[in-house]
């Protein structure tokens, strides 16, 4: 089998389009909204968000102060261990990725494959 060049292209294309679109449409980078989902799912240390979305520590920080700053998560110390972190999202970060799937935001047509019926 023959690896196309080309269609990985048109993919990358359509990644940074859905990510303007996902920009203008709530002000979230792709990053920030994957961090969004990634907490929605559960996974709340910042290690373990890191890992999930192959962030660098110092990059996943900046994520995190980001949405941090539009009230989106809060990060609270650990509850088992005071040097540990746990990231939560707020009611306004639960409305915003809950309204993800009824957004008018332009999914390009490279990237239909990755729409569900219902969002986890």
Known sequence: MMLDLCS???????????EENLKKETGLSLNDALLLCATRKGINEPGALAKELELSPSR????????????????KVSQTDRRG???????????????????GIQV?????FTQTEQNN
Do not use: W
């Open 8 to 18: 990985i292209r048109k993919l990358q294309t359509a990644i940074r389009t859905f």
């Open 85 to 103: 972190i746990s990231v939560s999202l707020t009611e306004a970060g639960q409305e915003l990725i809950g309204n993800y799937s009824c957004s």
């Open 108 to 112: 390009p047509e490279e990237l239909k």
């Open 60 to 75: 996943l920080t900046r994520v995190l102060d980001t949405l941090e700053k539009r009230d989106l998560i809060v990060r």
